[in-house]
């Protein structure tokens, strides 16, 4: 069965420092696609960061960048100058093939100190 | 561009009540997926419909139902509504043509069950 992990229910950042959110999964597919996504207070849902599978390189956008680990079956995020906005429970998810639906961690809720 | 728009915000209904939830997808999407978000558990998929054709089903009772209508916008209705059905609803589309299946959210429904 394909399954998402996160292990850090919780994480803190000062402000303008860097964070690693960490995420393993489990799947026999070869192909498949990997999200972080952000739910912030207001709990409106946003895409962070999308990773293909085929991909070597890790993918980035702005401050937000991922190390992939295919052999490992790891996707951490990292927030660098983490900024107050950035507080929200940070989900891990994947998606594979035809299927469509999307697999979900439980979250790691993130604070970031002043 | 519209987002996905979902209504009503929130719901409180009581024991064995019947609710529809509704949701409108972003303009040019064809699939709209429903998820469960029960405090503790995460997201769960409970439904994901394109072109109007309910294509995959999670692991819900049959009293979780829905439909999609011509115009892309969406339908969940929960009938016999029991105390664990409280929870955020959320509502996503997608462009099926993407392989990627990112998909979008809508702000969700809390429906609160007495």
């Known amino acids: 069965a394909q399954t998402v992990t996160q292990s850090q229910p919780e994480m803190s950042v000062q402000e303008a420092e860097t964070v690693t959110l960490s995420c393993t999964y489990d799947?026999?597919?070869?192909?498949?696609?990997l999200f972080w996504y952000k739910q912030p207070p207001s709990r409106q849902m946003i895409l962070v960061i999308r990773?293909?599978?085929?991909k070597q390189q890790n993918a980035t956008e702005n401050r937000f960048s991922v190390n992939f680990q295919k052999a490992a079956k790891s996707f951490s995020l990292k927030i660098s100058d983490s900024q107050l906005g950035d507080a929200a429970m940070y989900f891990c998810?994947?998606?594979?093939?035809?299927?469509?639906?999307?697999?979900w961690g439980l979250g790691t809720s993130l604070a970031v100190n002043p | 561009e519209a987002g996905v728009t979902q209504s009503p915000t929130h719901l409180i209904k009581t024991r064995g009540q019947q609710v529809t939830l509704r949701c409108s997808p972003i303009?040019?999407?064809?699939?709209v997926y429903w998820y469960q978000q029960a405090l503790g558990l995460g997201l769960q998929f409970l439904l994901w419909?394109?072109?109007?054709?309910?294509?995959n089903r999670g692991n819900f009772p049959p009293r979780f139902s829905g439909r999609q209508f011509p115009n892309y916008s969406s339908e969940l209705n929960v009938n016999a509504l029991e105390l664990e059905d409280s929870a955020l609803y959320l509502c996503?589309?997608?462009?099926?043509?993407?392989?990627?299946?990112?998909?979008?959210f809508g702000p969700g429904t809390r429906l609160t069950v007495l």
């Open positions: 996503a589309s997608s462009y099926r043509g993407h392989s990627y299946n990112e998909q979008f």
């Open positions: 303009s040019g999407h064809t699939s």
């Open positions: 419909y394109d072109e109007g054709e309910e294509r």
């Open positions: 799947t026999s597919e070869s192909d498949y696609y």
């Open positions: 990773q293909e599978a085929y």
């Open positions: 998810a994947y998606n594979a093939g035809n299927n469509r639906k999307l697999i």
